[in-house]
């Protein structure tokens, strides 16, 4: 790996562990505040995300900054760094330990480094994915620096799928998997990267919740299906503050028809 990913990936691991240690401390004991797209925030949230973009700022002079908390247009930058200082705040406020701080780097408006470290589980996965961007990237998808892969099993009883609480409408007699609900976008997905969850869906991530994730499911072999648009590439001067993606990601192509007939309803309700 060349000196540039190495520090890509250096960058993401220090800063991630600094904000991290202070995120451990004020695990479930701060108080959050509602937005007005009813989800919560805390002090946590907005110190995590000025301590990324800062950092980001003094170590990347002219990379352009998306952020949940920050900035939600899309810059007119060839490189952007988008960032969820803490994604499952409603999890972290609430003593529950499955959030996570995730990072994604793109180039040209689509991601193709993510960083997603999970501080309660130590759990820190990354990934590249070159796509069709042209650029020479290391390739694979990792859990503690070790490679991992999507499973290529078959659909059984015995399997889990993740979903989200605004799309439990798919649930219906003879869904084919055991159903677990995370409550965090980011890990929902990568527990698919991982081998240890078949697919799973979120019905209005948006994309600071998906950015990290969105490289590392695809470079550990799984398959991204929007139902609806399509969140990458990014557009310059767009606002992505009130844009969510509907989305199913599966581990392997051979599961897609065991699933589709579950969440048909409601990419036909999405799509309207």
């Known amino acids: 790996m060349n000196d ?16 991290g240690k202070q995120l451990i401390r004020d695990f479930g004991k701060v108080h959050a505040s509602q937005k007005a797209d009813g989800s919560l925030v805390t002090q946590s949230d907005q110190w995590a995300d000025q301590t990324i973009r800062d950092a980001i700022a003094a170590n990347f002079t002219g990379y ?12 007119h930058t060839e490189w952007c ?20 701080i995730s990072l994604g780097l793109l180039y040209r408006g689509t991601p193709i480094f993510g960083y997603v470290f999970v501080p309660p589980l130590n759990q820190r996965f990354h990934g ?19 490679p991992i892969h999507t499973s290529k099993e078959e659909a059984t009883s015995n399997h889990f799928f993740n979903l989200c609480s605004r799309s439990t409408g798919i649930i219906r007699p003879g869904f084919p998997c055991k159903l677990r609900m995370l409550g965090v976008a980011s890990y929902n997905f990568l527990t698919v990267s991982s081998g240890a969850v078949l697919a799973g869906m979120e019905a209005t991530p948006k994309v600071w919740d998906i950015a990290g994730a969105w490289v590392i499911l695809q470079a550990a072999g ?12 990014l557009l310059s001067g767009l606002d992505y503050g009130d844009r969510s993606f509907p989305t199913l990601v599966i581990s392997d192509t051979k599961v897609e028809s065991t699933f589709s007939p579950f969440v048909a309803e409601f990419k036909s309700k999405v799509g309207q």
Do not use: C
Not at 64 to 75: A, N
Not at 82 to 95: E, K
């Open 81 to 100: 760094w988008v960032i969820d200082p803490l994604d499952g705040t409603t999890n972290f406020t609430r003593g529950i330990p499955i959030w996570s």
């Open 128 to 146: 590249f994915w070159s796509g069709d961007s042209g650029l020479q990237t290391p390739v694979g998808a990792f859990l503690n620096n070790h």
């Open 4 to 19: 540039f990913w190495n520090t890509i990936l250096d960058f993401s691991q220090d800063i991630t562990s600094e904000v």
């Open 64 to 75: 352009g900054i998306l952020s949940e908390e920050g900035d939600h247009v899309f810059p």
């Open 222 to 233: 799984g398959t991204w299906i929007s139902l609806k648009d399509a969140p990458f590439p």
